[in-house]
T-cell receptor, first 112, second 114 residues
Framework: SQKIEQNSEALNIQEGKTATLTCNYT??????LQWYRQDPGRGPVFLLLIRENEKEKRKERLKVTFDTTLKQSLFHITASQPADSATYLC???????????FGSGTRLSIRP | GAVVSQHPSRVICKSGTSVKIECRSL??????MFWYRQFPKQSLMLMAT?????????EQGVEKDKFLINHASLTLSTLTVASAHPEDSSFYIC??????????FGPGTRLLVL
């Protein structure tokens, strides 16, 4: 069955360092992969989308990589700040018309 | 991106009560909206896809007679939890597809059934 794993349930790093979150998937061939941010008691907020034919995508301090051979995406936040503390979800879809499947999320804490 | 609102933000009710949750698109006409449920420390699980003017499509294991969805217009979808029980307590979130692959989520509704 299709499975998405975000390897770390929680990640705690020092302010200013680069946070790296991992998303692995099995039994799936996604057309694209997305990363969302979710704060406690709130709905997810879209951050970045990367397609299967793209290796890397950047947006300000955020960088996403997508390796369809390894079936893995890495999500990086450079120069991390306490305000970056949240749960980050990866999500996959096999096409624009298909439903999105979410990982269980990684709770990121940035300590001052 | 699209702005999505949900009402109410929090509901506490007695077991057996029916609860209606509204999801509104404030600046986008959405032919398709999605309803998710999220239990503590778990990810979002898609419950159903709401289609304007037609019946909702439910995911496997989701009872359509229990979770009634009505997509009354291009800006409003409602989810009614019929005869709610404590196990229905959860965080319910709606979203809409904003014309591409991205989904825009509402702020969520916390349901607590006593």
């Amino acid at each position: 069955s299709q499975k998405i794993e975000q390897n770390s349930e929680a990640l705690n790093i020092q302010e200013g360092k680069t946070a790296t979150l991992t998303c692995n998937y099995t039994n799936y061939s996604p057309a694209y992969l997305q990363w969302y941010r979710q704060d406690p008691g709130r709905g997810p907020v879209f951050l970045l989308l990367i397609r299967e034919n793209e290796k890397e995508k950047r947006k300000e301090r955020l960088k996403v990589t997508f390796d369809t051979t390894l079936k893995q995406s890495l999500f990086h936040i450079t120069a991390s700040q306490p305000a970056d503390s949240a749960t980050y979800l990866c999500a996959l879809a096999s096409s624009s018309a298909s439903k999105i499947i979410f990982g269980s999320g990684t709770r990121l804490s940035i300590r001052p | 991106g699209a702005v999505v609102s949900q009402h109410p933000s929090r509901v506490i009710c007695k077991s057996g009560t029916s609860v209606k949750i509204e999801c509104r698109s404030l600046d986008f006409q959405a032919t398709t909206m999605f309803w998710y449920r999220q239990f503590p420390k778990q990810s979002l699980m898609l419950m159903a896809t709401s289609n304007e003017g037609s019946k909702a499509t439910y995911e496997q294991g989701v009872e359509k007679d229990k979770f009634l969805i009505n997509h009354a217009s291009l800006t409003l979808s409602t989810l009614t939890v019929a005869s709610a029980h404590p196990e229905d307590s959860s965080f319910y979130i709606c979203s809409l597809a904003g014309g591409g692959e991205t989904q825009y989520f509402g702020p969520g509704t916390r349901l607590l059934v006593l």
